[in-house]
């Protein structure tokens, strides 16, 4: 017998963690080249608080338009309910994983316990972890890998003419990663040593023995002292903090380096060419075949998702109220609790 509603989280206006409502809403219908999910967790980013606050930072013309009331969330894992007609590659009852439709819309329904998903936005889920973990690698998984390993897209970044071509890493690389601690950041530190890299990480003295335990050569306790006193002849620094205080890196590095940041700060294209480096940065954007890539990884055992903590769906307050207290350990997710009779 088809389900026709749901419980989901909905935005009806923008706001705080309280902004966050538990309700019962229509189950969606999957359209051409889409299939239905049923979630089983869901991944948090900074983009579910910046939409539910209604983007109060981005200038006017860079924000989306937003249809309230939305579901807000982007990344799910769970069990493929229904394929519509010729969609090929996933079957119903495939355990599957995937950022939805991002960057446009910025939000795609995932705080939910259905969501449509475009088949070219899913992986098959990583077999050696459960639903939680899973749900904790999309986004910031792609991120890691779009910056540091292949882009796989020609979308122009909004903030930047210059494409970006991550540079290639191998042993002769150090690279500094700033936010080593995050989503992005401990993920982004995992890939460089998979390609060989010395990595020092950059993170508040809390994170330390988590970051060494996944490979950092270095790390720098940013409550201590600044790195930008401490480090020279850096190869590259991806700063998955970013913003306008990034530019503070570019005396950390050699002539002919790059600096990444993941959310676009201030800089000065004169000033990048008389130092001889490279500033540049993309935008995530769903991509299931990379995903697929990376769940390879973590099958192996190459890459692990650390979890800072878990929320029930009707918790998602909670968990947005956690995110807002900062140092963050990995990824905050939402489990969706299943039937018993699964």
């Known amino acids: 017998m088809p389900i026709h509603t749901m419980k989901a989280i909905r935005v009806h206006e923008f706001g705080g963690p ?5 309700e019962d809403v229509a189950v969606p219908e999957p359209a051409p080249g889409e299939v ?31 249809d309230l009331p939305l579901i807000p969330g ?20 495939d355990e599957v994983v995937g950022l939805l439709r991002f960057p446009a819309p910025m939000q795609s329904g995932a705080y939910a316990e259905y969501v449509t998903a475009p088949a070219s936005d899913l992986a098959l889920k990583p077999a050696a972890v459960d639903h939680a973990h899973a749900a904790g690698l999309p986004m910031s998984g792609l991120t890691a890998w779009q910056y540091l390993i292949e882009v796989g897209h020609d979308h ?5 003419d210059a494409r970006h071509r991550p540079m290639a890493l191998g042993s002769d690389t150090t690279v500094l990663v700033n936010g080593a601690g995050g989503g992005v950041g401990h993920l982004a530190l995992q890939l460089a040593k998979w390609r060989g890299a010395r990595v020092i990480a950059v993170a508040s003295g809390a994170h330390e023995a988590f ?17 930008e006193d401490v480090v020279r002849d850096v190869d590259l620094v991806l700063d998955a903090v970013g913003g306008p205080a990034s530019r503070r890196f570019l005396p950390t590095l050699k002539r002919g380096g790059a600096l990444y940041p993941v959310y676009f700060g201030e800089f000065d294209d004169e000033e990048n060419a008389e130092l001889g ?14 995903l697929a890539e990376l769940g390879r990884l973590l099958d192996a055992g190459t890459i692990r998702v650390a979890i800072d903590s878990t929320f029930t769906l009707a918790d ?27």
């Open 211 to 227: 970051l060494r335990d996944l490979g950092a050569d270095e790390y720098i306790d940013y409550t201590k002292q600044r790195p």
């Open 277 to 290: 480096v490279t500033v540049t940065g993309t935008q995530v954007r769903a991509n299931g075949a990379q």
């Open 156 to 160: 122009p970044s909004p903030f930047q």
């Open 18 to 22: 309280g902004a966050l409502r538990y």
């Open 36 to 66: 239905l999910v049923r979630v089983h967790a869901v991944g948090l980013n900074p983009p579910d608080w910046y939409v539910r606050e209604g983007m109060p930072g981005i200038p006017p013309e860079f924000r989306p338009p937003f």
């Open 74 to 93: 982007t990344d799910i894992s769970g069990v493929v309910e229904a394929v519509v007609a010729g969609v090929h590659g996933f079957a119903a009852g």
């Open 316 to 342: 998602a307050r909670a968990a947005h109220e956690r995110a807002a207290q900062g140092h963050i350990q990995g990824k905050i997710v939402l489990t969706v609790p299943q039937a018993l009779s699964d």
